[in-house]
């Protein structure tokens, strides 16, 4: 078992939400010995700084309310597109953590592969993978009492595109069971 720092300064942890992205980040990041950074803190200060008129596909969630109740494909595109008007905030911190030698790794539902290529050779990134709908249910279960079906739906279209985005990026795809070895088929993967 390979523990301790390792040699790139970013380590991005991706996945659909209710995949497991948070418990994995948090082991991984005691693991390596560094800080954990979570990616909706990002999203919560943008939101805060700007208004819809100035970011209105990142305000988008809160003035279209009906977005909630759209085919599963339609929210999967728009949380894609709330990804994208991310990206910049995203590989400021990225670079901020390169250039000031101060490793973390980061997790949230917007954190996209492709990120890997915000400074190439000091991030490497994951995407966590749970494609069994009712197995998200299940999660959002235990985590916060939804087991929304709809949801899980929504998390199983955007795994899909998230590992295509993995896979078109060079980056890893983990399984996220069996739970057991998570942490170390993740390392594994980011080290090989």
Not at 42 to 57: C, F, I, S, Y
Request: hydrophobic share 45%.
């Amino acid at each position: 078992m390979l523990t301790g720092r390792p040699p790139w300064a970013v380590t991005l942890v991706c996945g659909a939400s209710g995949a497991g992205k948070s418990s994995a980040a948090s082991a991984l990041a005691a693991r390596y010995g560094v800080p954990l950074g979570e990616a909706d803190d990002v999203v919560t200060a943008l939101l805060a700084m700007t208004t819809p008129a100035h970011q209105p596909v990142l305000h988008y969630w809160t003035t279209h309310p009906d977005a909630a109740s759209w085919p599963a494909e339609r929210i999967a595109d728009l949380h894609l597109d709330v990804a994208a008007a991310l990206r910049p905030a995203f590989v400021a911190v990225i670079a901020d953590h390169v250039e000031s030698g101060a490793p973390v790794v980061l997790e949230g539902d917007y954190l996209t592969p492709d990120l890997v290529d915000a400074c190439p050779g000091a991030v490497r990134a994951v995407v966590l993978d749970e494609p069994d709908e009712h197995q998200l249910a299940a999660n959002y279960r235990d985590r916060e009492q939804d087991s929304s079906e709809p949801r899980a739906r929504v998390s199983v279209l955007l795994a899909a595109r998230l590992v295509a985005l993995a896979r078109a990026a060079g980056v890893p795809v983990v399984p996220a069971r069996p739970w057991a070895d998570q942490v170390e088929r993740i390392d594994r993967a980011l080290r090989g």
